[in-house]
């Protein structure tokens, strides 16, 4: 089932994949490099609020990083349990937390173990027929071959996406930055 990693750990009653397997998925599996930051920003609609983190990525056919994206808010919350943990300890757990979700956003990945949890999972809305001959179209238009679709339309939203799950709002994206750049050739 396309980008789905396998939880390997259990804490607090539940299993989730851990920042190590997401970031292995992601540098091992879909080939990207990433980097990411915190922005130590006052967050007052998060009283317990510490900034929040942001990735961003590279592959080797795009020419730099992308933009940071992906912002996950750092939220600290009180000790749960029967002991009492130390701030920092609760700081790390929220901040490892906020980066696997960047990741997870950012990649449109999801996690799951495997006892078929997900076996009638359907993916998101994917692109209706009006936008895929849209995007086809553009494809065409710019000669781009069979196989590469993924990787072209990718370098053009600055996005990793995988054509054959391009959601509407990916495929817009795609369809957008056409019309951006003919607004350019129109006003110089």
Avoid at 35 to 57: A, M, R, S, W
Avoid at 147 to 152: K, L, P, Q, V
């Amino acid at each position: 089932m396309g980008n789905v990693i396998p939880k390997n750990r259990k804490a607090y009653g539940y299993d989730y994949a851990d920042l190590g397997s997401v970031v292995n998925y992601v540098t091992e599996v879909l080939g990207f490099r990433v980097e990411q930051d915190i922005h130590y920003n006052n967050l007052p609609q998060y009283p317990n609020g510490y900034g929040f983190v942001v990735t961003h990525y590279w592959q080797d056919f795009s020419k730099s990083w992308s933009e940071y994206a992906a912002p996950v808010p750092i939220i600290v919350g009180d000790s749960a349990g029967k002991r009492e943990q130390p701030f920092m300890q609760r700081y790390g757990s929220a901040e490892t937390y906020a980066r696997r979700y960047s990741l997870l956003t950012l990649f449109c990945l999801a996690t799951s173990d495997d006892d078929g949890q997900l076996a009638g999972y359907q993916r998101g809305n994917p692109m209706n027929e009006e936008l895929r001959k849209q995007v086809a179209a553009l494809l065409a238009q710019g000669n781009i071959p069979a196989g590469r679709e993924s990787e072209a339309i990718s370098s053009r939203i600055k996005m990793p996406v995988n054509y054959a799950r391009l959601t509407d709002w990916q495929a817009q994206l795609f369809i957008n930055s056409f019309k951006k750049n003919e607004e350019v050739k129109e006003a110089a």
